[in-house]
């Protein structure tokens, strides 16, 4: 076993027992050796339901989530070989978040709730359908990212204006709560919308590796090793709307996992864009679920939502890391 | 006898022409200079003949088939490329860029057999930069990266190698060095096409020059008889000094005009 692999083995382990520690954490408190006998038995006392029904989906789904993001970070920043790049600038998150606001500020929500993730995916899939045009006719890494903020700023500003001209404080407050990222209360239908469209994402961007390696010394020296450079792209960034997309479909935007797990990761790990993406995936998953166990100690008033932790946590080590890797970076 | 034949290549990029009916022929065995004042076209030509640019008009046939009929790795184990300036975007160790070079022979998800390993191994012992093994390569300077990226194209192990200013950035010695490293890739039975712009070089490398100017290609063959003072005149605009020294052949530049305005 290789370096590589014990360190993909440890992240894992940590990993799973964090899972853990949030299974038995929370109003009621359930010892771990219950935890396990809950998820397998098919009981119906109030701690068997605990676990499979309330916490369960929420820990399946914060794993789900926080592997989507780390991965699509680590891969789009590999793509466009910028250390500042996430699903964030490229727009996904915020016409993502744009797609879920409409739903709430239409009233489709109160419908029924599953609109909130449908239109917040379509948001997705509109913004990576224009991406992918405009990278098809200009390749250059400068373009997509410059698009990828303009699309963000446009979402934002339909957003604000959407909240602007709301007639009900009760909706504004429901859009920004959205807005902020939860894991609260998901249930087993989340995670089965979710779940196809993050696998699917995964699949496209897992086998990228090699071509991410050969981008490290420049588009055109990667496309003489024999890097089909075009599919690459679309891989990876249909990839990342898919994950990224179903994941702010059913939790709202959790900002700075996508920016900071890959950097962790490279000065962990490695610097190879390849040897990035699977511990990113296993990382960002570890920091979600201990990020949402985070949420969940008592507060006064309204419970913390797992955007806010995540930012707070993240914004101060992304700066940390890159006046730490600034030298190398250059 | 393998060969790489670029035939009639013509590109235009918006309504520029960047290239107009230039045709090519390297054969294994021998080291071609592509040689010509800036903005004649020569880089242009290399990416066309890569695959990197396609042309407007104009085939490039390696060993009788069109390169774009074959499939993208294998094209990239007949032909490497070492590209001008060799940027690099992440602080990867020289290895692990080198390793890149292997990646032609490499499916998405194979890991790299014994035999890569050896090929990476000699290539890195061939370009001087096995002691730089562990060094990220954003730390390293011009010259041993410029080396780094030359062992990565010739781990590839491509019969083909085409080098855009390989020399550029690289003292003297190693200069000379790398120059040897692609003769003795060329006469070993592989093939080479170098852009250089030390004439010298040019006439004590290679087998044969082909001579650029505005997108055309002027005129090819034996290095004596395209750095003939009519060319350099009308081409480069310059007139040259030539000796000899142990069997060898000089040349150095003077500005033409100088020498036109003493006589008048």
Redesign the interface.
């Known amino acids: 076993m290789s370096r590589y692999h014990i360190q993909m083995a440890a992240l894992s382990i940590l990993t799973i027992l964090a899972a853990l520690m949030s299974l038995s954490y929370g109003r009621t408190d359930i010892p771990m050796v219950d935890i396990l006998g809950a998820i397998f038995s098919s009981g119906d006392d109030t701690i068997n339901i605990i676990v499979r029904e309330l916490r369960l989906p929420r820990v399946i789904l914060g794993i789900l989530v926080g592997a989507s993001l780390g991965l699509s970070g680590a891969a789009l920043q590999g793509v466009l070989?910028n250390p500042l790049a996430d699903p964030g600038v490229i727009g996904v998150t915020a016409s993502a978040s744009l797609g879920a606001v409409l739903a709430i500020h239409l009233g489709l929500a109160s419908l029924w709730p599953m609109f909130v993730p449908v239109l917040a995916m379509t948001g997705a899939m509109i913004t990576t359908a224009f991406l992918l045009y405009v990278s098809n006719r200009d390749t250059s890494v400068l373009t997509l990212i410059l698009i990828g903020i303009g699309i963000s700023s446009l979402a934002v500003a339909i957003i604000s204006l959407i909240m602007n001209m709301s007639a009900t404080p009760m909706s504004i407050r429901d859009m920004i709560m959205w807005m902020l990222g939860s894991l609260e209360n998901r249930t087993t239908t989340d995670v089965i919308l979710a779940l196809p469209f993050i696998l699917l994402g995964w699949v496209a961007v897992m086998?990228?590796?090699?071509?991410l390696?050969?981008?490290?010394?420049?588009e055109?020296?990667a496309?003489?090793?024999?890097?089909?450079i075009k599919q690459l792209k679309m891989r990876v960034v249909i990839g990342s709307a898919l994950s990224v997309g179903a994941a702010v479909a059913v939790c709202g935007s959790i900002g700075f996992v996508g920016l900071v797990v890959p950097h962790m990761v490279r000065g962990l790990i490695s610097?190879?864009?390849s040897r990035i993406l699977l511990p990113s995936a296993i990382l960002g998953a570890l920091v979600i679920t201990l990020a949402d166990i985070l949420t969940r100690l008592p507060t006064p008033g309204t419970p913390l939502r797992l955007g806010v932790v995540t930012a707070l946590i993240g914004a101060p080590a992304f700066i940390y890391i890159i006046l730490k890797t600034r030298d190398?970076?250059? | 006898m393998t060969s790489l034949i670029a035939e009639g290549i013509s590109l235009n990029i918006k309504t520029a022409r960047i290239l107009d009916d230039v045709s090519l022929r390297v054969k294994s065995g021998e080291i071609i200079g592509l040689i010509g004042p800036n903005g004649a076209g020569k880089s242009s030509l290399l990416?066309c003949i890569?695959?990197?640019n396609a042309p407007t008009s104009g085939q490039v046939m390696l060993d009788g088939i069109d390169i774009n009929n074959m499939?993208?790795?294998?094209?990239?184990?007949q032909?490497?490329?070492a590209?001008q300036g060799?940027?690099?975007?992440?602080?990867?160790?020289a290895l692990?860029?080198v390793n890149?070079?292997r990646?032609?022979h490499?499916s998405?998800?194979q890991e790299m057999s014994a035999e890569d390993k050896l090929a990476v191994a000699d290539a890195m012992e061939l370009a001087d930069c096995t002691h730089l093994r562990g060094r990220?390569i954003?730390?390293l300077s011009g010259g041993e990266r410029a080396r780094v990226?030359l062992a990565?194209v010739m781990a590839?192990g491509a019969p083909f190698i085409l080098a855009d200013e390989p020399v550029a950035s690289l003292d003297p010695a190693h200069q000379l060095q790398v120059m040897d490293i692609l003769r003795g890739h060329a006469h070993g039975g592989g093939a080479c096409l170098v852009v250089l712009h030390d004439l010298s070089l040019a006439q004590r490398y290679c087998d044969r020059l082909a001579l650029m100017d505005g997108g055309k290609m002027i005129a090819q063959g034996a290095t004596s008889s395209i750095l003939s003072d009519g060319y350099l005149a009308d081409v480069f605009g310059i007139k040259v000094s030539r000796w000899e020294n142990s069997g060898q052949s000089f040349i150095a530049p003077h500005k033409l005009n100088e020498h036109t305005k003493n006589q008048t």
């Open positions: 070989r086998g990228t590796g090699q071509g390696n050969a981008l490290s010394v420049g055109e020296s496309a003489t090793m024999g890097i089909n610097q190879e864009p190398s970076m250059r | 990416k890569l695959g990197l499939d993208l790795k294998e094209r990239a184990r032909m490497a490329y590209a060799a940027p690099a975007h992440w602080p990867l160790t692990s860029t890149l070079g990646v032609p490499l998405p998800w990220s954003t730390t990226m990565r590839t």
